[in-house]
T-cell receptor
Framework: GAVVSQHPSRVICKSGTSVKIECRSL??????MFWYRQFPKQSLMLMAT?????????EQGVEKDKFLINHASLTLSTLTVTSAHPEDSSFYIC????????????FGPGTRLTVT | AQKVTQAQTEISVVEKEDVTLDCVYE???????LFWYKQPPSGELVFLIR??????QNEISGRYSWNFQKSTSSFNFTITASQVVDSAVYFC??????????????FGAGTRLAVHP
């Protein structure tokens, strides 16, 4: 099946700094990727839809200026958490659609962000 | 609006017991997809099944089986003869169309299953 990777898998940063998380589709091209956030013992909440070559579409309540999404190529989307605060500590998961399968999402392994 | 309800927050069973995880959904779409995912402690989501709205046949895969009933908007998941390795959080999800022909997923709250030896 299709493979999606995320880097880093874990990151610890200090409050006020910015962190970039990469999501890559390794063996297929993904024009659309999704970014989810999962707080401990909670469900996955969609943050934004990342579209290659255009602006991301953010879900209601998600700050565009805080969570910057760039989808510069068909295999890479990045999520940058700017001026991170402890409340941004969470598990971030990306997913990508394989070509020709609009209903099939392939999930990355997730990135655990801890802001101290 | 689309919604997925997993009323069971946590379930605890003893190994070899059968267990059913409930999922009820709401949608106005006539064409949609339903999913089940497993999330072990490592955090990575494991795809279990996808079912489209026009296929109400029940499915069995080894110890796993799924019961899809449109009349009650339910898509329940049963594990037969549970094992300790089945311990995880299980999510039910519903697809919602977005522009561009793709679908985003609406997840239920998840059910934490603990299987004890």
């Amino acid at each position: 099946g299709a493979v999606v990777s995320q880097h880093p898998s874990r990151v610890i940063c200090k409050s006020g700094t910015s962190v970039k998380i990469e999501c890559r589709s390794l063996d297929f091209q993904a024009t659309t990727m999704f970014w989810y956030r999962q707080f401990p013992k909670q469900s996955l909440m969609l943050m934004a839809t990342s579209n290659e070559g255009s602006k991301a579409t953010y879900e209601q309540g998600v700050e565009k200026d805080k969570f910057l999404i760039n989808h510069a190529s068909l295999t890479l989307s990045t999520l940058t958490v700017t001026s991170a605060h402890p409340e941004d500590s969470s598990f971030y998961i990306c997913s990508a659609f394989g070509q020709g399968a609009s209903y099939e999402q392939y999930f990355g392994p997730g990135t655990r962000l801890t802001v101290t | 609006a689309q919604k997925v309800t997993q009323a069971q927050t946590e379930i605890s069973v003893v190994e070899k017991e059968d267990v059913t995880l409930d999922c009820v959904y709401e949608t106005r779409d006539t064409t949609y997809y339903l999913f089940w995912y497993k999330q072990p402690p490592s955090g990575e989501l494991v795809f279990l099944i996808r079912r489209n709205s026009f296929d109400e046949q029940n499915e069995i895969s080894g110890r796993y089986s799924w019961n899809f009933q449109k009349s009650t908007s339910s898509f329940n998941f049963t594990i037969t003869a549970s094992q300790v390795v089945d311990s995880a959080v299980y999510f039910c999800a519903l697809s919602e169309p977005v522009s561009g022909g793709y679908n985003k997923l609406i997840f239920g709250a998840g059910t934490r299953l603990a299987v004890h030896p």
